[in-house]
Nanobody, 123 residues
């Protein structure tokens, strides 16, 4: 399977970005997908996850109300709309896929990772 994230860039605080992830090589509609991020010197952390059917969605507390995850099963795509960006959102963002459903604070495991896309928010 391959996951390819795109849409990162440099944005001023308060701005918006939309990340996209193209997924191939697996039965996308049967997989939960999500976004993680890793800032310099920090561990990778869960940002958002959505179940295969779209019925369950979870977010990191610090992004609730600002970020929105969505998926298009017809296009094998997952998105992360990021609004009101803050400098602390600066990180490399990764998309991920797993056949099991996500939980409140992340995934039980991740079978597939995509290459990251850099998001930099200037103050």
């Amino acid at each position: 399977a391959q996951l390819q994230a795109s849409g990162g860039g440099l944005v001023q605080a308060g701005g918006s970005l939309r990340l996209s992830c193209t997924v191939s090589g697996l039965s996308f509609s049967k997989y939960s997908v999500g976004w993680f991020r890793q800032a310099p010197g920090k561990d990778r952390e869960f940002v958002a996850g959505i179940r295969s059917s779209g019925s369950n969605i979870y977010y990191l507390d610090s992004v609730k109300g600002r970020f929105t995850i969505s998926r298009d099963n017809a296009k094998n795509m997952v998105y992360l709309q990021m609004n009101s960006l803050k400098p602390e959102d600066t990180a490399v963002y990764y998309c991920a896929a797993d056949p099991y459903y996500p939980k409140v604070d992340g995934f039980y495991g991740v079978d597939y990772w995509g290459k990251g896309t850099q998001v930099t928010v200037s103050s």
